[in-house]
């Protein structure tokens, strides 16, 4: 299962999203889990897009993380984000551009 903090959040998850590209890619080299998703259904590579992390989306994606994964997947959320730089990198194809693209989940409602 592996070491996570609430919701669901892997040491990955947080170095990717915090933009510690060197970091991500010590976890990666060490086993680290790229397509594991947290509770909110989000995955290391759609938090590095949604950030703006592209040496960290190199890194995760070099590593076969994969960018159609997770709620948004990392295409969708660089679409969402208009992250188009992004958008090679992802691999995304003219469907991708095409697919609609969900509504961010939001947080649960504070002590619920």
Do not use: C, W
């Amino acid at each position: 299962m592996g070491l996570t903090i609430d919701p669901g959040n892997t040491l990955l998850m947080l170095a990717a999203y915090s933009g510690h590209a060197d970091l991500t890619q010590s976890l990666v080299s060490r086993g680290a889990d790229v397509d594991r998703v947290n509770d909110r259904g989000q995955t290391p590579l759609a938090g590095a897009v949604f950030k703006g992390h592209n040496e960290v989306v190199r890194v995760l994606r070099s590593a076969g993380a994969n960018s159609r994964l997770g709620v948004p997947t990392a295409i969708q959320a660089a679409r969402m984000f208009n992250r188009r730089e992004m958008l090679d990198t992802l691999g995304a194809s003219e469907g991708d551009m095409e697919e609609a693209v969900p509504l961010p989940i939001p947080p649960p409602p504070t002590g619920a």
